[in-house]
């Protein structure tokens, strides 16, 4: 069973950065759309950001112009790079995957919290 696996999660101050990666544990053929959500305590799972397998991106709006997500098809691996971060971008952070096939797999969930 394929599992998404996470890392890059921290504690950081406000004005900071972060880098969160995510990457199949095991051989898969390739994702279609892959991306980024946010759970922050008492809200519901939010999207961040998704790529196509194309390179086409789409944004939150309250991450438009300081997040930037990319990904890399040979390693099957999608990325996050959090800069500017603000206090409100604190929240369990899940990469997201979906298969050629419709199957859809999930991270283990890594913790960002930006200090202020």
């Known amino acids: 069973q394929v599992q998404l696996v996470e890392s890059g999660g921290g504690l950081v101050q406000a004005g900071g950065s972060l880098r969160l990666s995510c990457a199949p544990s095991g051989s898969i053929l390739g994702f279609n759309v892959m991306g980024w959500y946010r759970q922050a305590p008492g809200n519901q799972r939010e999207l961040v950001a998704v790529i196509s397998s194309g390179g086409r991106t789409n944004y939150a709006d309250s991450v438009k112009g300081r997040f930037t997500i990319s990904r890399d098809n040979a390693k099957n691996a999608v990325y996050l790079q959090m800069n500017s971060l603000k206090p409100e971008d604190t929240a369990v952070y899940y990469c997201?995957?979906?298969?050629?096939?419709?199957?859809?797999?999930w991270g283990q969930g890594s913790q960002v919290t930006v200090s202020s």
């Open positions: 997201n995957a979906k298969s050629f096939g419709s199957v859809v797999y």
